[in-house]
């Protein structure tokens, strides 16, 4: 698989601004992607080196809306850790 295609996009969000200040990035990855294919493309990617990985897989969400029913995508996000003295720009991703 392509790091490409592991790596779809980081996260910006409330939560994740405060995880960059202990040294964590969010981003949402490809639901096939391992913790090793993360942990390598993010390298690649970036020029960082990567200390953990944390994946976390959410399960697709019924919602309706009027009489309109359907689903959320079900999506994987991986919190990388990075090792001292690396840091990634999100805004510029």
Do not use: W
Not at 12 to 20: D, R
Not at 30 to 35: I, V
Not at 59 to 78: L, R
Request: proline share 2%.
């Amino acid at each position: 698989m392509d790091k490409y295609q592991i790596i779809k996009h980081p996260i910006v969000t409330e939560k994740s601004n405060k995880l960059v200040e202990k040294n964590q990035y969010t981003f949402e990855v490809d639901r096939n992607a391992n913790k090793i294919e993360i942990k390598q493309a993010v390298e690649a990617l970036f020029n960082v080196k990567v200390k953990s990985v944390n994946v976390i897989n959410e399960i697709a969400k019924a919602k309706k809306v009027g009489q309109h029913s359907g689903f959320k995508p079900a999506v994987s996000k991986a919190i990388v850790t990075l090792a001292d003295g690396f840091k990634i720009d999100v805004y510029t991703v």
